[in-house]
């Protein structure tokens, strides 16, 4: 056996030696009201990694990421990205540390009155102003053949499938090489055929380009597929982050109902 063999150590967490999260949660609490949504989670993803987060509708998942791209702000904790505290920040120093994320809402993932291409073009109209017009037209052009959608450009949303519509988002969450990919249910009410195209692309975009992403999902078996980690969130808590074996094995009550209903 060589040296790199005894060393040998997943692509993902080499990536990671040395290196601080790319996003560091910490004790996160948010209420609406009387209403305590988030109580205390706390996680970490790295480089090349991906966590999926699941959990029963209305734990609070998408208030989650909402929060780590500051659209809200938390009522206690940090969330720290490139170990830079997001919560203080001036607003042009958020929108600065907002374009390295990528993120694909859960609902209405485009523009409904732009057409593909202008929908892909509109993060780098707006930050990429010094960029000349043909090579934005070519980016466009190269991220939708990334997704498999070079051929809609001039379509507008509604007239293409809920599959080809999360495609060309994700195509958008990229156009400005972000190092972070947040999805918010990117499966949500596709067929089992087009949620497994979209597992393959996440997997595929996240082999070329490396981010840190994180996952939200319904779906235990597109979570198993694109995901390092699982984290699972119930009444405002992690209840168990692990593995997708790992999760498995638990004997928590709420697991092992949440895997069985899955
Ligand atoms: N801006 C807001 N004002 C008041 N309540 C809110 C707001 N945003 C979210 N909530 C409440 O917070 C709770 C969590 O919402 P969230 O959308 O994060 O759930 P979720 O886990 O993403 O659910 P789903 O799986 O159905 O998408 C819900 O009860 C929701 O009504
Ligand atoms: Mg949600």
């Given at each position: 056996m060589d040296t790199m063999d005894q060393v040998a150590v997943k692509p993902g967490e080499a990536e990671q030696e040395g290196s601080a999260s790319v996003i560091a949660v910490e004790d996160l609490h948010k209420s609406f009201g009387s209403q305590k949504v988030l109580n205390g989670i706390s996680l970490t993803v790295n480089r090349g990694e991906t966590l999926a987060v699941l959990g029963r509708s209305g734990t609070g998942k998408s208030v989650l990421l909402r929060l780590i791209i500051g659209l809200e702000k938390p009522d206690l904790g940090s969330i720290r990205i490139h170990g830079q505290d997001?919560?203080?920040?001036?607003l042009d120093q958020l929108g600065e540390i907002r374009t390295k994320m990528g993120f694909l809402f859960q609902?209405?993932?485009?523009?409904?009155?732009?057409t593909v291409e202008q929908n892909v073009a509109f993060p780098l109209q707006h930050h990429k102003k010094e960029m000349p017009a043909s090579e934005k037209c070519a980016r466009v052009r190269q991220l939708l053949e990334e997704v498999g959608?070079?051929?809609?450009?001039?379509?507008?949303?509604?007239?293409?499938?809920g599959g080809m519509q999360k495609r060309v988002g994700l195509a958008r969450a990229l156009a400005l090489e972000p190092d972070i990919l947040l999805l918010d249910e990117?499966?949500?009410?596709?067929d089992p055929i087009s949620s497994a195209e979209i597992n393959d692309l996440v997997l595929k975009l996240q082999a070329e380009h490396h981010m840190a992403s994180i996952v939200v999902t319904h779906d235990l078996h597109s979570a198993k597929t694109i995901a390092d980690r699982l984290a699972l969130l119930n009444e405002g808590n992690v209840v168990i982050e692990g593995s997708f074996e790992e999760l498995q094995k638990s004997d928590d009550g709420f697991v092992r109902e949440f895997l069985r209903y899955s």
């Open positions: 997001i919560d203080g920040l001036a609902h209405a993932a485009l523009y409904d009155s732009l959608m070079e051929g809609a450009l001039q379509k507008m949303p509604s007239d293409i499938s990117p499966t949500a009410g596709l």
